[in-house]
C-alpha cells in the first residue's frame, strides 16, 4: 500500500528566502500531485508530475520528480507572503483505480 | 467549463443521524471520488464511482455508501453518525487518466 510522507510539518520561513518541502513516498506511484490548501478551503492543484525528471514551474513554485528516489520536491523560490498555506502531496497508487494518497502535509508560514 | 460544486457546505447534526452530501462533477469528468479531510490532517480516500459502478473503497465502514448518477454527479451517504465522522469531505472529479478537480467541501460537525 502506498504511504506518502512529507517533511517539514511545519516552516516557517521569512520573505525573500528559499526553501525545499520534501515528499516520499514508499512504492511505485505512476504520477504525484501538488495541492495548495488555505484555511478553511479545498484543494487547489498545483503541480501533476508523471514521469522521472519532471519538472515544472510556475511562478515562485517549482516542482520535480526523482522515481528512482522516490521523492519529489516543492522548492520555494524568494518566498512572498501570499505563500502561506498548507501543501500537500499526493500519489496515484494503482492505475485504473484513481484513489490519491495524501502526505499529512506541510504549513507553510511566510513572515513578513 | 463549470468546476466541481458541493452541497451543502456546512452542515451540523446529532451523533446517530444520517446525512446525505452531494456532488456535481466538473463537465465532461467521469470519475468522482470522495475524501474525508479530519481537522489537521491530509484527504483520506473514502471511494471511487466510474461510470456509477463503485470502483476503489478506502478503509471506511459500510455505512459509508455512495451513489453516482448518470448524470455523473454523485452521494455520500453516511449513516449512524459518530462524533469522528466530524470533518471536511472532499469531492474531486476526474476524466480518467490524468488530473483531479477538487470541490469546495461540506464542513460535517456531528454534535
Known amino acids: 500500500e502506498l504511504k506518502v510522507e512529507q517533511n517539514p510539518l511545519f516552516l516557517s520561513m521569512q520573505e525573500g528566502k528559499n526553501y525545499t518541502i520534501y515528499c516520499n513516498y514508499s512504492?511505485?506511484?505512476?504520477?504525484l500531485y501538488w495541492y495548495r490548501q488555505d484555511p478553511g478551503k479545498s484543494l487547489e492543484s498545483l503541480f501533476v508530475?508523471?514521469?522521472?525528471?519532471a519538472v515544472k514551474q510556475e511562478g515562485r513554485l517549482m516542482a520535480s520528480l526523482d522515481t528512482k528516489a522516490r521523492l519529489s520536491t516543492l522548492h520555494i523560490t524568494a518566498a512572498v507572503h501570499d505563500l502561506s498555506a498548507t501543501y500537500f502531496c499526493?500519489?496515484?497508487?494503482?492505475?485504473?483505480?484513481?484513489?490519491?494518497?495524501f502526505g499529512t502535509g506541510t504549513r507553510l508560514t511566510i513572515i513578513p | 467549463e463549470t468546476g466541481v460544486t458541493q452541497s451543502p457546505t456546512h452542515l451540523i447534526k446529532t451523533r446517530g443521524q444520517q446525512v446525505t452530501l452531494r456532488c456535481s462533477s466538473q463537465s465532461g469528468h467521469n470519475t468522482v471520488s470522495w475524501y474525508q479531510q479530519a481537522l489537521g490532517q491530509g484527504p483520506q480516500f473514502i471511494f471511487q464511482y466510474y461510470r456509477e459502478e463503485e470502483n476503489g473503497r478506502g478503509n471506511f465502514p459500510p455505512r459509508f455508501s455512495g451513489l453516482q448518477f448518470p448524470n455523473y454527479s454523485s452521494e455520500l451517504n453516511v449513516n449512524a453518525l459518530e462524533l469522528d465522522d466530524s470533518a471536511l469531505y472532499l469531492c474531486?472529479?476526474?476524466?480518467?487518466?490524468?488530473?483531479?478537480?477538487f470541490g469546495s467541501g461540506t464542513r460535517l460537525t456531528v454534535v
Open positions: 474531486a472529479s476526474s476524466l480518467t487518466g490524468y488530473g483531479y478537480t
Open positions: 512504492t511505485t506511484s505512476d504520477r
Open positions: 508530475l508523471l514521469s522521472n525528471g
Open positions: 499526493a500519489g496515484r497508487s494503482n492505475f485504473g483505480n484513481e484513489k490519491l494518497t
